[in-house]
């Protein structure tokens, strides 16, 4: 079995694999055709057969207010006849590798199954939710009188990637979107409805994309649903303009659909909590390259520790040993010693950790934490906790 970048003429044969694996209809095929990089896909051969592909997305991933390189792993497929013989652990082993070599320092993933990935180092990392709300409640919001919301036209994309920006930096989780994310998206909400808020001096201070889906029962004139397909609201009299915009659809409209953070912000504008929970999910991280990743997320400024730890990590020898992490002004540093006298890591666990998806709490209590004084610990949890990480792309 070789396995190796693709070439662009194999790219046929990559999408019918995806879209296989996928349940992916033809209508996508020209999207992914016109956004997917044959250098970023790797591909497995049984001879001339390709068997199975893996893509690595070039991303960053904001961490302490710094976007840290991460390799967004995607679109892992097996053909059916050859699942089940280590093609797929083999082929995420080799993006590893490449992500490395990069200076891809973490990797992120959406898992279709938890245990394949676990089993190569990555961990829980992240929660999103899908929620869903009454848009009738939406309208007992009070009206906002500052500022105005008008349909998002092609001018405005500037300035609805700055509106991002301005949630996502801050946001441990978000995607910074360099690279050709924001095109991506762009092209994927040509048909779609989208408006923006202008609020002080007509700074566009939160946009909502959405589309209609058919409700149960739509095809007799029944209610249908609302599904955003992103929407960021920087201020209070954006969040309250957008949702109220989203309320009037209550005459026609029986549910709004939308996926965020596990917490959501809306439920501090709300008077009531009604929005339901119809799924949630994590999604994973794997530190690649655990010095890099220490030095290129921010830590809390103002804190200041000397922490002892030791990493094990049997896919990625380098990231093995006894350290020792420093963090001042805002920036960590991880470096090498001979003794290990503090917590001991294995890599998913650390990864977990390195996101502030878990606490060393949380690890010990999963057996997979073990060692360090409890002042050791508290100094890790104070260095990397945070809000629960999140983000609204999926990939
Ligand atoms: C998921 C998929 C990529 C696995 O490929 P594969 O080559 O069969 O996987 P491997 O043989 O390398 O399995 C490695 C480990 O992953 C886990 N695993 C693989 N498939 C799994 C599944 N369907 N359910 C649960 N665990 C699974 C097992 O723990 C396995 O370890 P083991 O060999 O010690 O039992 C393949 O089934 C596939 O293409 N599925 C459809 C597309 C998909 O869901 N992709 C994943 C998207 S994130």
Redesign the pocket.
């Given at each position: 079995m070789e396995i190796r970048t693709l070439r662009t003429s194999e790219l046929d044969a990559a999408w019918e694999l995806d879209a296989d694996?996928?349940h992916i209809g033809p209508e996508k095929r020209e999207h992914w055709m016109r956004f997917v990089d044959p250098e970023r896909v790797l591909g497995a051969f049984e001879g001339e057969r390709l068997v199975?592909v893996a893509e690595v997305l070039p991303f960053g991933q904001f961490f302490g207010g710094c976007a840290v390189a991460m390799g967004g792993?995607?679109?892992?497929?097996?053909?059916?006849d050859?699942?089940?013989?280590?093609?797929?652990?083999?082929?995420?082993t080799a993006c590893l590798e490449t992500m490395r070599e990069r200076g891809e320092v973490i990797s992120s993933?959406?898992?279709?199954?938890?245990?394949?990935?676990r089993?190569l180092g990555w961990e829980l990392a992240g929660s999103v939710a899908v929620r869903k709300i009454a848009p009738r409640s939406l309208l007992a919001l009070p009206r906002t009188e500052r500022g105005r919301t008008r349909p998002m036209t092609s001018a405005d994309v500037d300035s609805v990637r700055a509106c991002y920006w301005r949630l996502a930096q801050p946001t441990n989780g978000c995607l910074d979107r360099a690279g050709p994310l924001w095109e991506r998206l762009e092209a994927a909400w040509e048909d779609r409805s989208g408006f923006v808020f202008e609020g002080e001096a007509g700074r566009v201070a939160g946009y909502v994309v959405y589309h209609q889906i058919d409700g149960e029962y739509s095809h007799l004139g029944g209610e249908f649903g609302i599904v955003l397909d992103e929407m960021v609201a920087t201020t209070r009299d954006a969040a309250v303009a957008l949702w109220r915009l989203l309320g009037s659809w209550g005459s026609q409209a029986d549910q709004v659909v939308f996926r965020g953070a596990v917490e959501e912000p809306a439920l501090l504008l709300l008077p009531e909590q009604e929005s339901s929970t119809l799924a949630d999910f994590r999604w994973m991280t794997r530190v690649v390259d655990a010095v890099g990743a220490v030095a290129s997320r921010g830590f809390p400024h103002g804190l200041k520790i000397e922490v002892p730890l030791s990493l094990s990590d049997p896919i990625l020898g380098a990231n093995q040993g006894d350290y020792v992490l420093s963090v001042q002004k805002g920036r960590g540093e991880l470096a090498r010693t001979g003794v290990g006298s503090g917590p001991v890591f294995g890599i998913g666990a650390f990864s977990s950790l390195y996101t502030g998806w878990a606490t060393t709490a949380r690890l010990g209590a999963a057996g997979l934490l073990a060692g360090g004084t409890s002042e050791q610990r508290a100094a890790l949890d104070a260095a990397f906790g945070g809000p629960t990480p999140w983000m609204l792309d999926e990939f």
């Open positions: 694996s996928f199975g792993l995607s679109g892992v497929s097996v053909a059916p050859l699942r089940g013989s280590g093609l797929a652990k083999r082929l995420c993933l959406y898992p279709g199954t938890t245990s394949l990935y089993g």
